[in-house]
């Protein structure tokens, strides 16, 4: 592609997969809990999921060739004001601590921007516990930098999945998602999915092609009716065959309280907390569209996708919220873990692309991030 000062930035090749693989896996993200994100046994299949056509941006540093730094562009189809648009998904950022405060993120983002058509809004999503990545976006400005506006603040809940809320019941049938009834869901999604800022605009193939959605199969998708009719749904995402999420270590406060979680959890039937080095068993709550954001229905989903979860031998069932989604004040007070997360837009033609939206609240794809 391009030399900006002393670092080379081109398109990653199966050649690079191994360095990127190893930067990506060995750096930890700060926050209550320090995670590393490993992409075994190949990093390219994770890339799938988050866009179509999907670019891996990397740096290396000259003279001496190493790898700098690794990001994703990758393109999407979304619902903005309850119409279908392309967004650029801009993610999976990771910098080689000997190269941190040399401007690489700026510089990347600027470099695929020279590749690809401008007028596509940028999208992003920073961990709150994460202060260095939110001031790289929506601090200072460098010149020729995309207009970035924070659109969302999500509220991401880690369903603790234990005995006792499986015993919970409910009168509305619920089924899966099987061929039969899969242009149904397909139909329910576009239709109910606009009523969310950034919500994915679904095509039967995305649920069937193996990629798009890579490891979530129609029976694990859960369908809720009412008088016969879609109402709502649901799908638990495991997504442990090429990502996987490992302790690193916890901070200060929950070290203080995992002994007492770990005992509340054996008296609920719940796993305790992985210990450094132990996987996160996290299912991924997907496809989340509930008609008239019904709080019956919605109950009825979460406790569908728990036990669909826990038969995938998880721990969690992690679902996402905007702030101001009514159904987030649904949910009632069951035992989870929270995170925020904050959701940007950036554009190179709008100065303030933020103030072009309407009041929905957003519903990204927590999964494919």
């Not at 994100?37 to 999907?54: K, N, S």
């Not at 290396?60 to 309850?82: C, K, T, Y």
């Not at 992985?274 to 109950?299: E, H, K, M, S």
């Amino acid at each position: 592609m391009s030399r900006r000062s002393d670092f080379d930035f081109a398109r990653a090749t199966r050649d690079d997969e191994p360095e990127i693989r190893a930067l990506v896996g060995g750096l930890a993200m700060p926050g209550r809990v320090s995670v590393r994100f490993e992409r075994e046994p190949d990093y390219f299949l994770g890339t799938t999921i988050q866009g179509d056509p999907c670019d891996v941006l990397i740096a290396r540093h000259q003279p001496d060739g190493a790898l700098a730094a690794v990001m994703v562009r990758a393109e999407r189809s979304v619902f903005i004001n309850g119409e279908p648009a392309r967004v650029a998904y801009i993610g999976q950022i990771r910098i080689a601590p000997r190269f941190w405060g040399r401007w690489l993120m700026q510089r990347a983002v600027l470099e695929v921007a020279e590749l690809h058509d401008r007028s596509i809004p940028y999208l992003g999503v920073i961990a709150g516990d994460n202060p260095v990545a939110l001031g790289a976006i929506a601090g200072r400005r460098p010149p020729g930098a995309p207009a970035v506006a924070r659109v969302a603040r999500l509220r991401s809940l880690a369903f603790v999945l234990h005995d006792r809320w499986n015993r919970t019941s409910t009168s509305l049938p619920v089924e899966w998602g099987k061929q039969a009834n899969l242009v149904e869901v397909v139909e329910f999604l576009r239709s109910h999915g606009r009523r969310r800022q950034l919500f994915p605009v679904i095509e039967r193939e995305h649920l069937t092609n193996g990629s798009t959605y890579r490891g979530l199969r129609l029976e694990d998708v859960r369908i809720v009716r009412r008088d016969g009719e879609v109402a709502g749904v649901l799908g638990s995402w495991d997504q442990s065959g090429y990502k996987q999420e490992i302790v690193a270590g916890y901070g200060a406060g929950l070290h203080r309280l995992r002994p007492g979680y770990d005992l509340l959890a054996r008296l609920l039937g719940a796993p305790p907390l992985p210990r450094p080095g132990q996987p996160i068993r996290t299912a991924f709550g997907c496809l989340r569209c509930v008609a008239d954001d019904d709080p019956d229905v919605l109950r009825a989903l979460l406790t569908a996708a728990r036990e669909r979860a826990r038969r995938q031998r998880q721990s969690f069932l992690l679902v996402a919220f905007d702030e101001r989604d009514p159904q987030l004040r649904r949910l009632g007070r069951p035992l989870h873990v929270s995170y925020r997360s904050d959701v940007f837009l950036g554009s190179f033609s709008a100065e303030d692309i933020g103030a072009t939206l309407d009041d929905r609240p957003a519903c990204v794809e927590i999964g494919t991030l």
